[in-house]
């Protein structure tokens, strides 16, 4: 008979676990708290986003440092400082992020990415840096990762329970719940539940017991039987597409960059699964695997280093392109030393990636030192060779048409450069203020602040999805706005929402917005603009849908990269129903068609609202 755990075991586990990782569990739950606060709000709020992206970074910083402490039988004294001296770098680093601090191609970004995964590596081995068998350091990372596929069941399992279980409440007891709460739900689960559940199972490094240096059967026969026999199928693939651009003299496309990195690092981690079998009688087929493994895979890092150098020959040096060559570097090393070295210490793996993670994330020789200056160059060889340049290297006026290859190249390096740090690196350019010229944009009649910049040089911005010659047959494209200058009537609203963006193609498609004690839900499904009222919890009281289409094929088309300026009267909608007024204004709104299909729709528009019972 199943013996379940009571709640009194339950209780005292919790406990236990918080007193063994109380600031993981402090960061772990303000960072949720925060998070579940945000999902709550129409705007967003740039201090409590940057403190949720911090305590993601913290947590796994401070488990580390905690088994670390474990390991080395810290004094508690030692083990607090070093969480104190911890709190106040996260604090500084905290302080020095920008505002606008999120998913994007910043240097910023790019930066926390790198020391996310530092400090997730730095979990793998702090407790076994110096001394600890090497079964000891497989064995706990095994636990560890055993750990999370199970917490990641669980709450995989919880949120499809509990999912369930709101639209039960929904659609049998008439609870009226806002969409929100299942994304609430959501973030409650992996930021506390998760978290915790995932900490109560991280083994002590000074004391490893029986059933975690055991090595699970089910483990090998899904490494053994699943995960080697794809490593081998992937490894034949990207060996036919050797021969075929063997065959063809063709340069290799940059996608196989990626699959190389793939495949090749999946394959170390199945041998690593395997690694405290393979000495066993019945398993010494993993050593000679294993050594064929890392031999069959220096062509293959031949082929790597080609495409990279392929795309950087071609297009200069850019974060991404850096990483990956970092990468194909470490990876070739580690071939060579699993193929010379006699010692074969797997500890090698997380800590050299580790070290190489840090230290490209700052300095000269960092990733966005490095592409920075090699976009830069770039710009300043083709600006050179069009005579673009003054005495002083400031840019002049494109006197003549610049090549639509150039102009690409130009574009495509500008824009790189505003997302990797703003307007900084480029200003050296140009003797006029970059950040008023892109404040002003819209007076330029720009959509992009890279168009606002190009145009400055002389020419539109190009894309680079655009052809030499025109758009691709069967596709076009307009985007409008309305006059700065033209006043909008108030009269008869009561409230007023100067810009709202929604996309029809990708997220944002819903906004939800409070008028005094109303809440108002804005959509965008196609063409159809829909605004709902809501009433307590979240229920729609009464629906207005507005077609898109008449308005839009009374509109002028433009070039992909500047806004046709229309008067406001002609992008302006109004809609009544029986207890709201509404008049929508578009500040701007674009189309792109597709063989005749209308792929998406983007607005941003201003919103007057009144109530009329």
Excluded at 250 to 255: C, D, I, Y
Excluded at 263 to 274: D, E, K, M, P, Y
Excluded at 398 to 417: C, T
Excluded at 569 to 575: G, M, S, V
Aim: proline share 3%; hydrophobic share 50%; aromatic share 12%.
């Amino acid at each position: 008979m199943i013996k379940l755990p009571s709640l009194e075991n339950l209780s005292k586990q919790a406990i236990e676990t918080s007193r063994r990782f109380p600031v993981v569990l402090t960061f772990a739950i303000m960072g949720t708290v925060a998070f579940l606060w945000l999902a709550d709000q129409n705007m967003g709020h740039p201090a409590i986003v940057n403190f949720i992206w911090v305590s993601a970074l913290a947590i796994s910083i401070f488990t580390a440092i905690t088994t670390a402490g474990e390991r080395y039988k810290w004094s508690g004294a030692k083990l607090w400082g070093t969480r104190i001296i911890t709190v106040i770098l996260l604090g500084i680093y905290y302080l020095f992020l920008p505002e606008e601090f999120e998913p994007s191609g910043s240097e910023a970004f790019y930066r926390y990415l790198l020391w996310f995964l530092a400090g997730h590596l730095l979990v793998s081995f702090s407790p076994f840096v110096s001394g600890g068998k090497v079964h000891d350091f497989w064995a706990y990372n095994k636990s560890l990762f055993l750990r999370l596929l199970l917490s990641a069941l669980y709450v995989a399992v919880l949120f499809a329970g509990l999912s369930i279980a709101l639209i039960s409440l929904e659609n049998l007891l008439e609870f009226n719940l806002r969409s929100v709460r299942y994304g609430q739900v959501a973030i409650f689960l992996t930021g506390i539940f998760g978290t915790w559940f995932f900490l109560s199972g991280v083994p002590r490094p000074d004391d490893l017991t029986e059933t975690e240096r055991s090595y699970p059967n089910g483990l090998r026969l899904f490494v053994q039987y699943v995960l080697l026999p794809l490593v081998v199928v992937y490894i034949l693939i990207l060996y036919l597409y050797m021969g075929k651009i063997l065959i063809e003299w063709a340069w290799p496309n940059g996608w196989v960059a990626n699959l190389v990195l793939s495949f090749s690092i999946t394959g170390i981690l199945a041998l690593l699964l395997l690694h405290p079998i393979q000495k066993e009688e019945d398993h010494k087929w993993v050593t000679v695997f294993a050594r064929g493994y890392y031999v069959a895979l220096i062509p293959l890092i031949v082929l790597l280093m080609l495409s990279i150098w392929v795309r950087i020959s071609e297009y200069g040096v850019t974060v991404n392109r850096y990483l990956v060559a970092t990468l194909a570097v470490w990876l070739s090393g580690i071939v060579l030393y699993f193929l010379i070295s006699k010692a074969r210490n797997i500890k090698v793996i997380p800590i050299s990636l580790f070290l190489i993670t840090v230290l490209i994330s700052f300095g000269p020789l960092s990733a966005f030192e490095v592409s920075e200056r090699s976009q830069l160059n770039r710009l300043e060889s083709i600006f050179q060779k069009h005579d673009l340049l003054d005495e002083s290297g400031f840019i002049v006026t494109a006197g003549s048409e610049i090549p639509f290859d150039d102009r690409k190249q130009i574009s495509s390096g500008i824009r790189y450069l505003l997302d990797l740090n703003g307007t900084e690196s480029l200003q050296k350019f140009f003797s006029d203020d970059l950040d008023e010229l892109i404040e002003n944009k819209h007076d330029l009649e720009v959509v992009t602040d890279a168009g606002a910049i190009t145009l400055k040089i002389g020419f539109e911005y190009v894309y680079d999805w655009e052809e030499e010659g025109g758009m691709e047959e069967g596709f076009s494209f307009f985007q409008v706005s309305s006059m700065n200058t033209d006043a909008v009537s108030v009269d008869g609203f009561t409230h007023h929402f100067g810009s709202i963006e929604l996309w029809s193609g990708a997220e944002p498609k819903e906004v939800e917005v409070l008028a005094g004690d109303h809440e108002f839900r804005i959509s965008l499904s196609d063409h159809m603009l829909q605004m709902d009222l809501l009433g307590e919890e979240g229920a729609v009281t009464e629906i207005l849908e507005m077609d898109l289409m008449p308005l839009i094929e009374k509109l002028p088309r433009s070039s992909p990269s500047v806004f046709e300026t229309v008067p406001a009267r002609d992008l302006t909608l109004e809609a009544a129903g029986e207890r709201f007024l509404v008049k929508v204004v578009f500040n701007t709104l674009s189309r792109q068609v597709q063989d005749g299909e209308l792929q998406n729709i983007r607005v941003n528009l201003g919103l007057f609202t009144r109530l009329t019972d």
